[in-house]
C-alpha cells in the first residue's frame, strides 16, 4: 500500500514544483512592471504622506472634585426623605455621580455647541488648512473660510458654507476622548487638532467650561430651594417645623458658598494640558510602506490574471 502511495506523492510534489516555477517565471517576465510599479506605489505613497497634516494630542488628567463635608452628609441623612417631598435636592450626593455627570456633560450635544459657540471655535475645528509652526498661527482653507471677513464661503446656489451644529458636533467628536480609570476614578480628557496650542487650549477650556456648567447648575437649583424654604417657613406656624427648614436653608446656603469659592467643582486638575512637542499622527513610514505593498500586490495580482486569462485562451 506504502509502494502505491509512493507513485502520486511524488506526482504531487513535482506538480506543486512546477507550478512554482511556472509562477515564478511569470513574474520574471514581468520584472520591469513589478518593480516600477513597486517604485511607483512607493513615491505615491511618499507623497501622500507628506501631504497629511501633523496631528497633536493634548491630555489632561482629571480626579473627581471633592464634595462637601460629612456635616452636609448627616442632613441629608436626617432630612433626605422630607427634601425629596419639597423637591429640593441636597449636596452630598456622592463624588462618583458627579463625576458621572461631568462626563456625559462633556459628550453632549448641547455642551459641545455651546462650548464651539461661545469659544467661537468653528473656523478652527471645520476650516484649518494647515499649522505654520514657525509662525505659531493656523491657515485656513481659502475655499471654505475667510478669514480677513469672518466668513464662510457660499457652497452653492448662493448659500453660505456655514456647517451645521451636527456636522460641527460630529466633527468635535471624533477628536474628543474622555476615558475614566474604574480603579482610581481618575478622567482623562484627550484632544487633538493640527495645532498643538489649540489642542492644549481646548482641553483646559473643557475641563473649566463643565466645571462652570455643573456648578452654576447647582447654584441656581440651591437658590430655587432657598426661595422655596423660605416661602414655607412663612407659611408653618410650627417651631419644629420652622428648625427643619432652617437647617435645610443653611445646607443650601453652604452650598452656594462650596461653589462659588471653588473653581474646580466636578473635575480636580492633577495634570493639566500642555503645548505637545511631538505629534501624535500620521505615521508616514506605515503610509509608505503600506501603500508600497498594496501597489506592488495588486500589481502582482493583475499579472497572474493576465497570465492566465491568456493562457486560456
Same mark, same amino acid.
Given at each position: 500500500?506504502?509502494?502505491?502511495?509512493? $507513485?502520486?506523492?511524488?506526482?504531487?510534489?513535482?506538480?506543486?514544483?512546477?507550478?512554482?516555477?511556472?509562477?515564478?517565471?511569470?513574474?520574471?517576465?514581468?520584472?520591469?512592471?513589478?518593480?516600477?510599479?513597486? %517604485?511607483?506605489? !512607493?513615491?505615491?505613497?511618499?507623497?501622500?504622506?507628506?501631504?497629511?497634516?501633523?496631528?497633536?494630542?493634548?491630555?489632561?488628567?482629571?480626579?473627581?472634585?471633592?464634595?462637601?463635608?460629612?456635616?452636609?452628609?448627616?442632613?441629608?441623612?436626617?432630612? !433626605?426623605?422630607?427634601?425629596?417631598?419639597?423637591?429640593? #435636592?441636597?449636596?452630598?450626593? !456622592?463624588?462618583? &455621580?458627579?463625576?458621572?455627570?461631568? %462626563?456625559?456633560?462633556?459628550?453632549?450635544?448641547?455642551?459641545?455647541?455651546?462650548?464651539?459657540?461661545?469659544?467661537?471655535?468653528? $473656523?478652527?475645528?471645520?476650516?484649518?488648512? #494647515?499649522?505654520? #509652526?514657525?509662525?505659531?498661527?493656523?491657515?485656513?482653507?481659502? #475655499?471654505?473660510?475667510?478669514?480677513?471677513?469672518?466668513?464662510?464661503?457660499?457652497?452653492?446656489?448662493?448659500?453660505?458654507?456655514?456647517?451645521?451644529?451636527?456636522?460641527?458636533?460630529?466633527?468635535?467628536? &471624533?477628536?474628543?476622548?474622555?476615558?475614566?480609570?474604574?480603579?482610581?476614578?481618575?478622567?482623562?480628557?484627550?484632544?487633538?487638532?493640527?495645532?498643538?496650542?489649540?489642542?492644549?487650549?481646548?482641553?483646559?477650556?473643557?475641563?473649566?467650561?463643565?466645571?462652570?456648567?455643573?456648578?452654576?447648575?447647582?447654584?441656581?437649583?440651591?437658590?430655587?430651594? %432657598?426661595?422655596?424654604?423660605?416661602?414655607?417657613?412663612?407659611?408653618?406656624?410650627?417651631?419644629?417645623? +420652622?428648625?427643619?427648614?432652617?437647617?435645610?436653608?443653611?445646607? +443650601?446656603?453652604?452650598?452656594?458658598?462650596?461653589?462659588?469659592?471653588? $473653581?474646580?467643582?466636578?473635575?480636580?486638575?492633577?495634570?493639566?494640558?500642555?503645548?505637545?512637542?511631538?505629534?501624535?499622527?500620521?505615521?508616514?513610514?506605515?503610509?509608505?510602506?503600506?501603500?508600497?505593498?498594496?501597489?506592488?500586490?495588486?500589481?502582482?495580482?493583475?499579472?497572474?490574471?493576465?497570465?492566465?486569462?491568456?493562457?486560456?485562451?
Amino acid at each position: 500500500m506504502t509502494e502505491q502511495n509512493e $507513485p502520486a506523492l511524488d506526482r504531487q510534489s513535482l506538480e506543486e514544483e512546477l507550478d512554482l516555477r511556472e509562477l515564478f517565471s511569470v513574474f520574471w517576465s514581468n520584472r520591469r512592471l513589478i518593480v516600477g510599479a513597486a %517604485i511607483g506605489s !512607493g513615491l505615491i505613497s511618499v507623497a501622500v504622506a507628506v501631504m497629511q497634516p501633523n496631528i497633536y494630542t493634548a491630555s489632561a488628567l482629571l480626579a473627581p472634585a471633592e464634595q462637601t463635608g460629612s456635616e452636609v452628609g448627616g442632613l441629608m441623612r436626617q432630612y !433626605g426623605g422630607l427634601a425629596s417631598l419639597a423637591g429640593i #435636592s441636597l449636596p452630598g450626593g !456622592g463624588e462618583g &455621580s458627579r463625576t458621572q455627570l461631568g %462626563i456625559h456633560l462633556l459628550k453632549s450635544r448641547a455642551f459641545v455647541a455651546g462650548f464651539i459657540e461661545r469659544r467661537n471655535l468653528l $473656523p478652527t475645528l471645520m476650516a484649518v488648512h #494647515s499649522w505654520n #509652526s514657525d509662525l505659531g498661527e493656523l491657515k485656513f482653507d481659502a #475655499s471654505l473660510f475667510n478669514e480677513e471677513q469672518g466668513v464662510w464661503l457660499p457652497k452653492d446656489e448662493g448659500k453660505y458654507g456655514k456647517p451645521s451644529q451636527h456636522e460641527a458636533y460630529k466633527a468635535f467628536m &471624533s477628536k474628543l476622548s474622555v476615558s475614566q480609570n474604574k480603579q482610581t476614578s481618575y478622567v482623562t480628557v484627550t484632544f487633538e487638532h493640527q495645532s498643538p496650542i489649540v489642542a492644549a487650549n481646548i482641553t483646559d477650556w473643557l475641563v473649566q467650561d463643565v466645571n462652570s456648567a455643573v456648578k452654576e447648575q447647582d447654584v441656581r437649583e440651591a437658590l430655587r430651594s %432657598i426661595q422655596y424654604l423660605h416661602d414655607q417657613v412663612e407659611k408653618t406656624a410650627l417651631a419644629d417645623l +420652622q428648625a427643619i427648614f432652617f437647617e435645610l436653608i443653611q445646607s +443650601q446656603t453652604e452650598r452656594v458658598m462650596l461653589a462659588e469659592v471653588r $473653581p474646580e467643582y466636578v473635575f480636580k486638575v492633577i495634570d493639566p494640558a500642555v503645548v505637545p512637542e511631538e505629534k501624535s499622527a500620521p505615521s508616514r513610514a506605515i503610509i509608505c510602506i503600506i501603500g508600497t505593498l498594496l501597489g506592488t500586490l495588486l500589481v502582482l495580482c493583475g499579472v497572474l490574471v493576465r497570465h492566465y486569462m491568456w493562457w486560456r485562451k
